[in-house]
């Protein structure tokens, strides 16, 4: 809750920007010019990863940041420093004062489903303010949209029901880059983070279980203790799991036809320590040697053996090899045990895949047959490896009233010419199917209308669509220095690609 929550400390401070922008301030408050009204618009100019929409995310943060938005004596101070000597004192003074109480943002909820060369955001106010804030907006929506876009694609590839893990912190480009992907990806579609810190500030759900190394640490059954575990009825007297377990253990090789002496007995150590520990929230890593001949045998042993005791382990995870296969002969194994011992809670374990995952590998995995419930995705995710930067910009379109363009050398880089409206069109089965941007004084659409549009970057060609529902895209969220109560979506929705009256 923006309006409730805790002051912290700041994220994004003033200073957390270009040098350019003060010095362009400086030169506005010169020539008097620092007052005027001015209209920015933050869009990207391309769909990311060659799709064919992005995810907007960061509102939060932006909001957080406009609301806080003031320099210190010593950030006053550390700017007299940097910027040239003949800068005027006064200059110094008057920043000392800015703050956003005369800034107004208009955005897209945060969440929605956003299209290339779409003003995503609208920041009105006094010039000088405004043109400092470019680059610390840039900065809180590039990556955050970027990233949940990603994880939007991540979530389209695995389909609806496979739940997905976010594992990218030790990946991250940095503490402040795990944080906002751990954030941004759960809004994309993730289901848990392994972020312990993500989970404390916003409330994701985490999970995680243990690691090779903790396998490893591991020689012989000499290192478990304790080495008794209490049954769930309530039964008073400490059960011996390790002795249980052996008993287990040997039924499983004999009826699998494994051989005894290639498991390892460090391996079984580590697994019996932690169910110990943890009997209702037994998931190991089963490939810190060899899935067939140990990992499995190991932990079907100890798994029995806490059924016995009344508890429910939750399943195993595989983090080498090919997951398709060995995921298929594990939950055979799993079938096996449950039918020929009669033990149902092995019908419910389930395997969670972990290898280096991308979009492609998890397509591929809805191509082949598979047993994976849960996928967990790291570096290609948090990185963004296909694309590094969504490339958001921030562009003048009005001063004083009157309309601002960029032409440029390059008509890629052109821009439109004053403040706008976005809406987006829906039919009359409730599906978004188009996107329309127009002059803020042009009327609004009308619902049952037949309405001309020119896509953008195409020819002159025209279409003539009539939407059955209009929906004003952008929303007042930040208004006279308070954040205003901001509606997120509540699902992806997808339309058709832009266009413009």
């Known amino acids: 809750d923006l309006g409730t929550s805790?002051?912290?400390?700041?994220?994004?401070?003033p200073?957390?920007?270009?040098?350019?922008?003060?010095?362009?301030?400086?030169?506005?408050?010169?020539?008097?010019?620092?007052?005027?009204?001015?209209?920015?618009?933050?869009?990207?100019?391309?769909?990311?990863?060659?799709?064919?929409?992005?995810?907007?995310?960061?509102?939060?943060?932006?909001?957080?940041?406009?609301?806080?938005?003031?320099?210190?004596?010593?950030?006053?101070?550390?700017l007299r420093?940097?910027?040239?000597?003949?800068?005027?004192?006064?200059?110094?003074?008057?920043?000392?004062?800015?703050?956003?109480?005369?800034?107004?943002?208009?955005?897209?909820?945060?969440?929605?489903?956003?299209?290339?060369?779409?003003?995503?955001?609208?920041?009105?106010?006094?010039?000088?303010?405004?043109?400092?804030?470019?680059?610390?907006?840039?900065?809180?929506?590039?990556?955050?949209?970027?990233?949940?876009?990603?994880?939007?694609?991540?979530?389209?590839?695995?389909?609806?029901?496979?739940?997905?893990?976010?594992m990218g912190l030790r990946r991250a480009q940095g503490p402040d880059g795990g944080l906002t992907a751990s954030r941004y990806t759960y809004i994309g579609g993730f289901d848990f983070s392994s972020n312990v810190q993500a989970g404390f500030l916003f409330g994701i759900p985490v999970a995680g279980t243990m690691a090779h190394s903790y396998i490893t640490s591991f020689t012989?059954?000499?290192?478990?203790?304790?080495?008794?575990?209490?049954?769930?009825?309530g039964e008073k007297d400490p059960v011996d799991i390790i002795s249980l377990t052996k008993g287990w253990l040997s039924r499983v090789c004999e009826l699998l036809g494994a051989e005894p002496g290639k498991i390892s007995e460090g391996e079984l150590a580590s697994f019996l320590s932690y169910a110990i520990a943890y009997p209702q929230n037994f998931l190991p890593?089963?490939?810190?040697?060899?899935?067939?001949?140990?990992?499995?045998?190991?932990?079907?042993?100890?798994a029995l053996a806490l059924c016995e005791l009344g508890y429910r382990p939750v399943g195993v995870r595989l983090d080498s090899g090919d997951l398709c296969r060995q995921s298929v002969d594990v939950h055979r194994v799993f079938r096996l045990c449950s039918e020929h011992f009669s033990i149902s809670a092995f019908d419910s374990l389930i395997i969670v895949g972990t290898n280096n995952i991308t979009e492609q590998s998890m397509a591929e995995l809805n191509k082949k047959e598979n047993a994976i419930d849960v996928v967990g995705v790291g570096t290609h995710l948090v990185t963004c490896t296909q694309q590094p930067s969504l490339g958001c910009v921030y562009k003048l379109?009005?001063?004083?009233?009157?309309?601002?363009?960029?032409?440029?050398?390059?008509?890629?880089?052109?821009?439109?010419?004053?403040?706008?409206?976005?809406?987006?069109?829906v039919d009359a089965e409730g599906h978004p199917f188009l996107d329309l941007v127009c002059l803020a004084a042009e009327s609004p659409?009308?619902?049952?209308?037949?309405?001309?549009?020119?896509?953008?970057?195409?020819?002159?060609?025209?279409?003539?669509?009539?939407?059955?529902?209009?929906?004003?895209?952008?929303?007042?969220?930040?208004?006279?220095?308070?954040?205003?109560?901001?509606?997120?979506?509540?699902?992806?929705?997808?339309?058709r690609p832009v266009a413009v009256s």
């Open 81 to 166: 420093s940097v910027l040239p000597p003949d800068t005027d004192p006064a200059f110094f003074q008057f920043l000392r004062g800015l703050d956003c109480s005369g800034v107004t943002l208009r955005s897209v909820p945060e969440g929605t489903v956003v299209f290339a060369r779409v003003p995503l955001m609208e920041v009105s106010g006094p010039l000088a303010v405004v043109q400092l804030l470019e680059t610390s907006l840039l900065c809180l929506v590039n990556y955050a949209s970027l990233v949940c876009s990603n994880a939007a694609r991540f979530r389209l590839a695995a389909g609806p029901k496979r739940k997905l893990l976010e």
């Open 15 to 78: 200073l957390l920007t270009d040098l350019y922008q003060f010095t362009m301030a400086y030169a506005y408050w010169r020539t008097g010019r620092h007052q005027e009204p001015a209209v920015f618009e933050l869009f990207f100019r391309d769909n990311p990863f060659g799709g064919g929409f992005s995810l907007f995310a960061g509102l939060h943060d932006c909001l957080l940041f406009l609301r806080s938005f003031r320099l210190t004596d010593q950030d006053v101070e550390f």
């Open 445 to 495: 659409p009308e619902v049952g209308g037949s309405l001309n549009c020119y896509p953008l970057r195409c020819d002159d060609s025209c279409i003539s669509v009539i939407p059955a529902h209009v929906a004003c895209l952008r929303q007042d969220v930040f208004t006279r220095g308070q954040v205003r109560t901001a509606r997120g979506c509540s699902k992806v929705e997808m339309s």
């Open 220 to 233: 012989s059954l000499e290192e478990v203790w304790p080495q008794t575990l209490v049954a769930v009825n």
């Open 397 to 425: 379109v009005e001063v004083r009233g009157k309309p601002k363009m960029k032409i440029s050398e390059d008509p890629e880089k052109s821009t439109v010419p004053g403040r706008k409206a976005v809406y987006r069109l």
């Open 285 to 302: 890593v089963i490939d810190s040697y060899s899935v067939a001949c140990s990992g499995l045998l190991n932990f079907c042993a100890v």
């Open 6 to 13: 805790e002051p912290r400390p700041r994220r994004v401070p």
